[in-house]
């Protein structure tokens, strides 16, 4: 499998005529989600190279979610083969810095004069600074978003000023949508990376899922997150599909509603059939959420290397996509949001007038809240354990939702630092 998915990477990028001097500083770069990220690296490195034809960019095989990239980091820094550039969850981050993996940006941001310039947005930036230093640079955002077959909507008499803005009138719209023969009302990205969408709930309540390193989903709060995901899962007859079945249902034209993140806006537009889309902002608990986790992705240096110009050509390639042009070529190409206001603001500044359906995350930017990291050495763990517990609200295991919150609490709890 993985000589497949490196066989995959270097035809991808073998079909962009680059120029590359024999001395070329040559560097590894690593990045997860073929099928979200590579139009975006293959145009982004074709300004790149225009730019910089002194570096040689090698692309190792994607990863295939945010945890395969965290568990390959930590093996290839036992085993000594870790790439130059690593692209991380944003709520991955921590513990490669809490290892002594990631590489302080600092000495780079130093000297560059016109840094803060480049526009990064300061909520964006933060999400990769610890301890006063920032060691992260975010190259995608995302939020999630509701994606509506509006074709399938008006088979329901539902028309896209009349969209869901709460779960009930989702659960409400789902019956609707069965009552006129849609077979698939609705798919709910429960099994998205990192327990996103159950951190949503939590934050659509102003709620974190983690508080000084301990449990906050014990409450009242996490227990109404549990029961909304148990009413939206039987309320809309929800199949148990994974990832790669809902993207194609959705694709196919079968979903009347997917909820999801908005970094698969290009991904649907560029493979969906004859149907019309629309995006919409995400339901909320009751009301509109008064927060959303932050999703996407952050640029880390983690090169072993200490030759100053392989370095300095990590760091050249580390700034040029996630800053200005670089940073706009994210959001051409997917749905994620640039992390800066040059990209928004100025190089894009028409773009989401002419893409409305990338446009409903930029309006959500104002909700922008962390995604959570589990604290310790089992932060894996525990999001593996998360994602069985809502596996079985899906499947139908679970039905006492308070019972369920206090086996997993102290599950949980067990596995976090004391």
Request: aromatic letters at 10%; a negative charge; charged letters at 25%.
């Amino acid at each position: 499998m993985q000589l497949l998915r490196q066989a995959a990477v270097a035809t991808l990028f073998s079909t962009v005529a680059w120029v590359i001097p024999a001395q070329a500083v040559e560097i590894e770069v690593a990045y997860p989600y073929s099928h979200l990220f590579d139009v975006t690296y293959e145009r982004s490195m074709e300004e790149f190279t225009k730019a910089h034809p002194d570096i040689d960019v090698k692309f190792r095989a994607t990863y295939e979610s945010y945890e395969d990239g965290t568990n390959s980091i930590l093996r290839e820094s036992v085993a000594g083969t870790l790439p130059d550039i690593t692209m991380q969850g944003l709520n991955r981050q921590a513990i490669l810095v809490e290892k002594g993996i990631a590489r302080s940006l600092e000495p780079f941001i130093s000297k560059e004069a016109d840094f803060e310039k480049d526009g990064y947005h300061k909520a964006m930036l933060d999400l990769g600074t610890f301890d006063g230093e920032v060691y992260g640079l975010p190259f995608s955002i995302s939020l999630p978003v509701g994606y509506y077959n509006m074709d399938l909507m008006k088979k329901a008499g539902i028309s896209a000023d009349q969209l869901p803005t709460t779960w009930d009138e989702v659960i409400e719209a789902c019956g609707k949508l069965s009552a006129a023969g849609v077979e698939l009302p609705m798919l709910w990205g429960w099994n998205i990376t990192g327990n996103w969408f159950l951190q949503a709930l939590l934050w659509s309540q102003d709620v974190p899922i983690i508080k000084d390193g301990k449990v906050n989903f014990d409450k009242e709060a996490g227990l109404v997150a549990l029961n909304t995901m148990k009413d939206l899962f039987r309320g809309c007859d929800m199949p148990n599909l994974d990832v790669k079945g809902m993207l194609d249902a959705v694709y196919a034209g079968q979903s009347a509603m997917f909820f999801w993140s908005t970094s698969a806006v290009g991904a649907v537009e560029r493979n969906k059939g004859d149907w019309e889309l629309v995006t919409n902002e995400f339901p909320g608990i009751g009301t509109p959420p008064k927060g959303l986790p932050a999703g996407g992705n952050a640029a880390m240096l983690v090169s072993a290397s200490e030759d100053p110009e392989r370095l300095e050509a990590a760091w050249k390639f580390l700034k040029f996509i996630t800053s200005g042009e670089g940073a706009a070529m994210v959001a051409r190409t997917t749905g994620y949001m640039p992390p800066n206001k040059a990209a928004n603001e100025i190089i894009l500044a028409d773009f989401y007038k002419k893409s409305p359906a990338k446009a409903t995350a930029v309006r959500q930017l104002p909700l922008l809240r962390e995604w959570m990291a589990y604290p310790g050495d089992k932060g894996l763990a525990v999001t593996q354990l998360i994602y069985d517990a809502i596996e079985g609200i899906v499947v139908g295991d679970y039905d006492d939702m308070q019972e369920l919150q206090e086996e997993l609490s102290e599950e949980v709890s067990d596995l976090l630092p004391n």
